[in-house]
């Protein structure tokens, strides 16, 4: 495994990874402070791609001036000794520098997907995140690209990017891994207190109740909206900042659920000064054009 540091260095090894050996490349792009949850991803891309590289890289475009950029969780170390346990190939962990040379002045927006939800929440969350991709892709090159659920908003976002502007690359996005509590993984949690951590549990608890009720038959998103918060009101030391409940493809916003179509109901909330997002997808019971339905997706997608 290789660690590198240069923008020009990884570009000229993924280069003659693709033209003198022919190999399939994946990236994994990541902020470091691994878990099992991007540990998931590895672990996909080493089973479908020759090469894997990952990105470690807390890219400063995609936080807010009153966000957590300077104290986000590094552990470069930790991270390296991991990565070699799943036979990596390469770490690419740039300074801010290598990804954003003096002068750096283009910026790259997805529209619409970026507005809603996070979008509001933290504006200019997905340019940044669109821009450094955008950099990440162009410099590697990658035949695949992995991506958690955890972030589905993320997920939408980047799609259409790879679409909208032909990067030859194919998406992959594997389920949320989560704690026995239903909390999902996050190097965030790093932040929270014991006691913290066991509130932040009412996340998943909120959304798996929406699900229920959604199971038995309610199709209104206001009502699956409230059942979310309701949960996450009665836990004293959570924060509900936003639910949405909205088409999980085009983030499409309805009164009434359509029987149709997948449905993300998405949340943000803080635990005490911890920002912590998660989500759920109900996949249609009936969909359309005799695609095969099932009722949900597994446990933690
Ligand atoms: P981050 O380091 O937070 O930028 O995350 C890097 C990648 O790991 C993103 O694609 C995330 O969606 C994914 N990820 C983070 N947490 C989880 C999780 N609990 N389960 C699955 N994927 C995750």
Known sequence: MEIINRRQRMASVARK??????????????????????????????????????????????????????????????????????NVDYIFAPPVEEIYPKGFATYVSVENLSEPMEGVARPGHFRGVATVLTVLFNAIRPDFAFFGQKDAQQTLVVKRLVRDLAFDIEVVVLPTVREQTGLALSSRNAYLSDEQRKAAAVLYRGLSQAREVYLEGER??????????????????????????????????????????????????????????????????????????????????
């Open 17 to 86: 990874l693709r033209r003198e050996e022919d190999k399939t490349i994946g990236l994994v792009p990541t902020m470091g402070a691994l878990h099992e949850g991007h540990l998931s991803l590895v672990r996909e891309a080493r089973r479908m791609c020759d090469v894997v590289i990952v990105s470690v890289f807390v890219n400063p475009t995609q936080f807010g001036p009153a966000e957590d950029f300077t104290r986000y969780p590094r552990d470069l170390t930790g991270d390296t000794t991991k990565l070699a346990d799943y």
């Open 220 to 301: 209104n998103a206001k009502r699956l909206a409230e059942t979310v918060r309701a949960q996450v009101d009665a836990e004293p030391l959570a924060r509900l900042e936003y639910v949405g409940v909205v088409d999980a493809e085009t983030m499409e916003k309805y009164d009434r659920l359509p029987e149709d179509r997948p449905v993300l109901i998405a949340i943000a909330a803080h635990v005490g000064k911890t920002r912590l997002i998660d989500n759920i997808v109900i996949q249609p019971a009936r969909p359309k054009s005799g695609a095969t339905g099932r009722l949900t997706l597994p446990e933690g997608a």
